[in-house]
């Protein structure tokens, strides 16, 4: 698995962000999973920084990127050890199950629900998320384990 920076401009990359539930922001910034072939796995995409925290949107199309020391783990040391964020939100569409299941597995808790935020009846849920929380946040020597 290869890491790369996404980069709105790259075409391989924009084309994956365009079926992703967010838009290209003056500070949307993030890291792409690709295989040896140069197929996208997963993409996760900041934006929305503030001075505490960041929004962020996961895209996984092959779950080989979600075992230690992949994607969520290089996210997590750019947002929490790079861009010095101490929370991160995801707002997720009540009914996606499988969204949720991940973002809950990944660490991430419930914190509230936008009503009818999507649109009428279909709730937007916000979780956040610290370092502490990360179940895919590891130091050097962890990840050496």
């Known amino acids: 698995m290869i890491f790369e920076p996404f980069v709105a401009t790259h075409p391989r990359h924009a084309e994956y962000f365009q079926d992703m539930p967010c838009q290209v922001c003056?500070?949307?910034?993030?890291?792409?999973?690709?295989d040896?072939?140069?197929c996208t796995m997963g993409a996760i995409i900041f934006?929305?920084?503030?001075p505490n925290s960041a929004q962020c949107t996961i895209e996984?199309?092959?779950?080989?990127?979600?075992?230690k020391g992949g994607l969520i783990?290089?996210?997590a040391k750019y947002i929490y050890d790079v861009a010095k964020r101490t929370y991160v939100y995801v707002l997720v569409r009540e009914t996606n199950?499988?969204?949720?299941?991940?973002?809950?597995k990944i660490g991430f808790e419930y914190k509230c629900n936008l009503e009818d935020a999507f649109e009428v009846n279909e709730d937007i849920i916000v979780l956040s998320?610290?370092?502490?929380?990360?179940?895919?946040?590891?130091?050097?020597?962890?990840?050496?384990?």
């Open 129 to 145: 998320m610290t370092k502490e929380q990360c179940n895919h946040y590891y130091t050097e020597l962890e990840r050496a384990a």
């Open 73 to 75: 783990t290089e996210a």
């Open 36 to 38: 040896k072939n140069l």
């Open 60 to 67: 996984i199309t092959n779950p080989m990127c979600l075992r």
């Open 26 to 34: 003056a500070d949307t910034r993030g890291i792409m999973a690709v």
């Open 97 to 104: 199950e499988k969204a949720l299941n991940l973002d809950y």
């Open 47 to 50: 934006d929305n920084f503030l």
